[in-house]
């Protein structure tokens, strides 16, 4: 199998190294082929390695596409425009493609998975979610005996580390992130993975794959995690939980409920020992029960690893030519899940309240949740904190969000409340 590779970063490097080391064996073990025909990127200066190491190189990815000798385009360039354009070109050429670019599908897979489909050409993209974590061909294949209706999942790792971090350590938000930086793990603008953007891409894929329709990642509901706050990591410990943010998806007579958000994680729940930049993905299935997955979600080599595992795949269903692609025509826009507002999801919420320490703020507060039909199940307060100012901590018993919108709206315009309200759902 005539491979085109563009992109020689981090992934791309680490599927050279791959390719490298292992292409003997998969010839000699699984009978495939796999042959780095084309390795093309920006600059020739980029390039240069791998031109001396005998390698045919290219900085033009549209000629090295239009190779007909060449059966699949690798695309681990990142960005957006580009790759749409590269991915449509090959498959109107009846070229296959692997990507990791979560992204660019999130963005423009509804255009490029029908067309796939037309011209009889896979789409694999293993690496787009969860890194070397086989969760997608899990969904498409391993799990299909059953239905999803629940997925919770860490897809961020670089969340997932500021968050350990916070709650291992005890650090601020703010030094959480400078850990991550340093060690290389955030983005340089690192908007993308603490907003929760790159977790809501990831999601809106998982969501589409459950249900079998086209979930559009911008209308998802999405909040990161720089507003978690050194105090709500102690109190959810005090709570017996963990904060993480977490990607959901969940089956419902209402439509699909998807979104990213922190929530708390009862810590006898197993994503609440997920750590560091380690991703998990739990799936609660009708047959199968619940599962987890877990594994490393980012970096070289762990990446690098599922695209050579989809080019794997490829060779060997197109070498038999029994394999259909998988179809994936349905993630189109007419074909839109029903999304469920976020107001009409429900859950016990975290709410942490700074008050001015005056008689009746309690009262007034509380007032608030029985006004909005809110039961509570307890009350944390830790007594004054800075001067004059004081933090309450309500946790609620399940209730629907427009009512917390309702009461969060009250409290926030009271006089004795000094600060913006923190809410975080629990997740059980
Ligand atoms: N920025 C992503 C993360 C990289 O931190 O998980 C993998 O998609």
């Not at 896979?122 to 294949?141: C, D, N, T």
């Not at 923190?422 to 059980?428: A, S, V």
């Amino acid at each position: 199998m005539r491979i085109g590779l563009v992109g020689t970063g981090t992934v791309g490097g680490g599927v050279i190294e791959i390719l490298e080391a292992k292409a003997t064996a998969y010839r000699e073990k699984l009978g495939v082929n796999l042959e780095l025909a084309c390795i093309c990127a920006r600059t020739e200066e980029e390039v240069a390695p791998f031109k001396a190491k005998g390698y045919t190189t290219s900085t033009d990815a549209m000629s090295m596409i239009a190779d007909p000798s060449i059966q699949v385009l690798v695309e681990l360039a990142g960005g957006y425009e580009m790759p749409r354009q590269w991915i449509t070109a090959a498959l109107e050429s009846g070229k296959h493609v692997v990507t990791a670019n979560k992204a660019m599908l999130a963005k423009y897979g509804h255009e490029l998975f029908p067309l796939a489909e037309k011209k009889g050409c896979h789409i694999l993209f293993e690496a787009a979610v969860g890194g070397g974590i086989p969760i997608i061909r899990s969904i498409q294949e391993g799990f299909v005996g059953s239905e999803v209706e629940h997925l919770s999942c860490i897809i961020n790792g670089t969340c997932n580390y500021i968050l350990s971090r916070m709650t291992e350590a005890h650090l601020s938000f703010e030094d959480a992130l400078k850990e991550a930086q340093a060690k290389g793990y955030a983005e340089a603008n690192p908007t993308f993975d603490i907003e929760g953007v790159d977790s809501a891409h990831k999601t809106a894929l998982l969501a589409s794959l459950c249900s079998g329709k086209y979930v559009d990642f911008e209308k998802i509901h999405v909040t990161g995690v720089s507003h978690i706050s050194a105090e709500d990591i102690e109190n959810a410990k005090e709570l017996n939980a963990t904060i993480k943010l977490l990607g959901l998806y969940i089956r419902s007579e209402a439509g699909v409920d998807a979104r990213v958000h922190p929530c708390l994680v009862p810590n006898n729940h197993l994503l609440a020992n997920v750590n560091n930049v380690i991703n998990a993905v739990y799936l609660q299935c009708d047959n199968l029960g619940p599962t987890l997955q877990t594994g490393a979600g980012a970096g070289r080599l762990p990446t690098a690893s599922a695209v050579v595992a989809d080019l794997v795949s490829l060779a060997r269903s197109t070498d038999s030519g029994k394999r259909l692609p998988m179809p994936m025509g349905w993630f189109n826009k007419e074909n839109a899940a029903t999304l469920v507002p976020i107001e009409e999801t429900s859950a016990r919420y975290y709410l942490r309240f700074t008050t001015r320490d005056a008689c009746g703020v309690l009262a007034s507060i509380t007032g608030i949740f029985s006004e909005n039909r809110i039961s509570i199940e307890s009350i944390i307060q830790k007594g004054v904190t800075d001067p004059g100012k004081v933090s309450i901590v309500v946790v609620s018993e399940r209730t629907e969000e427009r009512k917390i919108l309702s009461a969060l709206k009250a409290i926030d315009a009271l006089a004795a409340v000094a600060e913006k309200s923190q809410m975080i759902r629990f997740l059980k």
